[in-house]
């Protein structure tokens, strides 16, 4: 039982560049989370699902798309990355408890 | 807009000390107030407290919810070294997602 899985552990991206941050779960949740770090501050919530299927915009979803075609896996997208977008990024899921993966950290340059 | 405000931002106390750590919300129909402790990577959960639960203790460590004023604190007595972290507040409304809306944390450094 492996948890929340997110891949890769650290990427360095240009400007311009895209990529897909993965996330998988074993845990057969429903609701999956995807939330960004940046240095000193709190986590902030980018998108959500509440089940396979279905997405919905967080707090701070511009720069950033999502998909969840099964419920085991929740990948984040950015197509044109930013330095803005420069964080460390974790997935969550829920059932009776949160969940987080081990997080990504994103350096665009 | 839910939000969360967590005082102070950085502590610094000498092992042994006790230290409070403060969290206050504001949220459109509150379910759940939760402490996470964050070390090098993912936020660990520390307590959850709800409406029915204002109060839990697990060791040195221990949460209290106050519903009037819109508050929680974490305490910790006798610090170690080990307790140095970046500690997390964060409330969940009843809303269907069940989102965190989470406050920016509190740095806590313990000095032997």
């Known amino acids: 039982n492996a948890g929340v899985t997110q891949t890769p552990k650290f990427r360095i991206l240009k400007i311009g560049q895209s990529m897909t941050l993965q996330c998988t779960q074993d845990?057969?949740?429903?609701?999956m989370y995807w939330y960004r770090q940046d240095p000193g501050m709190g986590l902030k919530l980018i998108y959500y699902s509440v089940g396979a299927g279905i997405t919905d915009k967080g707090e701070v979803p511009n720069g950033y798309n999502v998909s969840r075609s099964t419920t085991e896996d929740f990948p984040l997208r950015l197509e044109l990355a930013a330095p803005s977008q420069t964080s460390v990024y974790f997935c969550a899921s829920k059932q009776a408890g949160y969940t987080f993966g081990s997080g990504t950290r994103l350096t665009v340059v | 807009e839910d939000k969360v405000v967590q005082s102070p931002l950085s502590l610094v106390v000498h092992e042994g000390d006790t230290v409070t750590l403060n969290c206050s919300y504001e949220?459109?129909?509150?379910?759940?107030l939760l402490w996470y402790k964050q070390e090098k990577k993912a936020p660990t959960f520390l307590f959850m407290l709800?409406?029915?639960?204002i109060e839990k203790k697990s060791g040195r460590l221990s949460s209290i919810l106050d519903k009037k004023e819109l508050s929680s604190i974490l305490n910790i007595t006798a610090t170690q070294t080990g307790d140095s972290a970046i500690y997390l507040c964060?409330?969940?409304?009843?809303?269907?997602?069940?989102?965190?809306?989470f406050g920016q944390g509190t740095r806590l450094t313990i000095n032997p």
């Open positions: 845990m057969n949740h429903n609701y």
């Open positions: 949220v459109t129909n509150f379910r759940s």
């Open positions: 964060a409330v969940m409304g009843i809303q269907g997602a069940q989102k965190l809306v």
């Open positions: 709800t409406s029915s639960g």
